[in-house]
C-alpha cells in the first residue's frame, strides 16, 4: 500500500510585507504551518529591515498594486489560499500632499487585486485592510460595522472606496473577502512618521539628552490604540469563518494624544509638559477628533480580544525606542 501523502501547508500571500503588520501577520501565519509569499515592489528603496529575521522563511515575490499583470503572475506562480491586502500610501498625513498617489493605491490598488483574484482563482480567500480613518467626522459613538462613513482625508476616502469595492467584488462574484475596519494599532515597529511613535522615539531621546523638545500636533485628538500583534490574529480569523464579512477591530477604549505623552514620559519618570510644544504645522488641514470603536462583533463571531492594553503598549514602544538608542537593539525597530 503507497504511503498516504501529507498534506501540503497553506500558502498565504501578503502585500505590505515589509510593513508593521505584514511584518507582525508573516510571524503569526509562519508559526501556524504556513508558506508565506510577501508580495514586495521593485524598487531600490525598499526597507526589509520588518522582516530581516524571516527572510529565509519566507518567499518574496514581485508585484505591484499599480499593475494587474504583476498581480495576476503573482497569484498564477504561487497560487495562494489566501491573500491578506495590508499594501496601502497609508500615512494620512501625505495623503493631502499626495492625493491622487494615495487613491491610485489605497483605492484603486485594491479593485486590480481582487479583479486578479477573479482573473485567476475565486476560491482565494482575500482580506482587505480597512481603516477607521473611513469613519472620520464619526456620525455616531462608538462606531461600529453600521456607522455611517464620513471620512477627513484623502487616506479615508481612498479607504472607503477599497471597502466598498471588497464588499462589491463579494457580492458580485461571490468572493471570500472581508475587510477589517481596524482601529489604530501601533508597535515597536510602527514608522517614526506616525505620532505615537514620534512620542515614544522623542521622550526615549530626551530622556537620554539627544534632544531637548518634541514639536507635535492637535494634543486633543482621541484614538482607539491596540497592539498591532494582537490585531494581525483577527485578519486571520477573519478569512477561516465559513461567510465572509466586516469586523471592526478595537480595544473600544479612547486616549487622547496628550494622554500618550503623558504616558510615555512618566515611564522615563518625566513631565511631558516640560518637553512638549505644539506646533500648528503638523494640524491636519481637516481634523479628526475621535475616534473609539466597538469590537462587539469580533468578540462574538471571531472569539476575538485584545491581550496587550494600552499602558503596557506605550512602554514596549518607550523601551524598544530606548534600546535602540542605546545600541543595545539588535532585531527590528
Sequence with gaps: MAPVAEPRPRRALITGITGQDGSYLAEFLLDKGYEVVGLVRRSSMVS???????????????????????????????????????????????????????????????TRLLDAIRIVDPAIRFYQASSSEMFGKVQEVPQSENTPFYPRSPYGVAKVYGHWITVNYRESYGLHASSGIL????????????????????????????QSQLRLGNLDSKRDWGFAGDYVTAMWLMLQQDEPGDYVV???????????????????????????????????PAEVDMLVGDPGRATSVLGWRQEVGFQELVAMMVDADLDLLEGRLKGIS
Design 48 to 110: 526589509f529591515e520588518r522582516i530581516a529575521h524571516l527572510q529565509d522563511q519566507i518567499t518574496v515575490a514581485s508585484g505591484d498594486l499599480l499593475d494587474e499583470a504583476s498581480l495576476i503572475e503573482a497569484l498564477q506562480t504561487h497560487r495562494p489560499a489566501e491573500v491578506y491586502n495590508l499594501a496601502a500610501q497609508s500615512f494620512v498625513q501625505t495623503s493631502f500632499g499626495q492625493p491622487v498617489l494615495t487613491g491610485e493605491t489605497t483605492a484603486l490598488g485594491v
Design 183 to 210: 482601529f489604530n494599532h501601533e508597535s515597536p515597529r510602527r514608522g517614526l512618521e506616525f505620532v505615537t511613535r514620534k512620542i515614544t522615539h522623542g521622550a526615549a531621546s530626551i530622556f537620554l539628552g539627544r
Design 250 to 284: 478595537c480595544t473600544g477604549q479612547t486616549h487622547s494624544v496628550r494622554e500618550f505623552c503623558e504616558s510615555a514620559f512618566a515611564h522615563l519618570g518625566l513631565d511631558y509638559r516640560d518637553y512638549v510644544v505644539v506646533d500648528e504645522a503638523f494640524f491636519r
